[in-house]
């Protein structure tokens, strides 16, 4: 069975950072794009940053770019989310998901493109 956990969340001041670890099982996920997505309390779940299937490729919000790092150690079969320089509006759930698809870097910011998905991590920054 196919399954992620994200890990790494906690409470930070604003300004401080976190790193978000995603530990896949179940197969091996070389093949295949993983990307962050987040959610916040009333607001529907947005994209974060992804990594294409060959780890080349990055892709990120604009809300996030040049804070945050997606990175990945296929032989862990881990991906991760450094997040420096966190601002209140960073928190939310952060959620990992695989591409349905092998071999496909298409739509990196369309969620229903990612199953499955991780329980989720809470990030909370304070002001």
């Known amino acids: 069975q196919v399954q992620l956990v994200e890990s790494g969340g906690g409470l930070v001041q604003a300004g401080g950072s976190l790193r978000l670890s995603c530990a896949a099982s179940g197969r091996t996920f070389s093949s295949y794009s993983m990307g962050w997505f987040r959610q916040a309390p009333g607001k529907e779940r947005e994209f974060v940053a992804a990594i294409g299937w060959s780890g080349h490729s990055t892709y990120y919000a604009d809300s996030v770019k040049g804070r945050f790092t997606i990175s990945s150690d296929n032989a862990k079969n881990t991906e991760f989310l450094q997040m420096n320089s966190l601002k209140p509006e960073d928190t939310a759930v952060y959620y990992c998901?695989?591409?349905?698809?092998?071999?496909?870097?298409?739509?990196?910011?369309?969620?229903?493109?990612?199953?499955?998905w991780g329980q989720g991590t809470q990030v909370t920054v304070s002001s």
């Open positions: 998901g695989v591409k349905r698809w092998p071999y496909y870097n298409g739509n990196y910011n369309y969620q229903d493109d990612y199953a499955p």
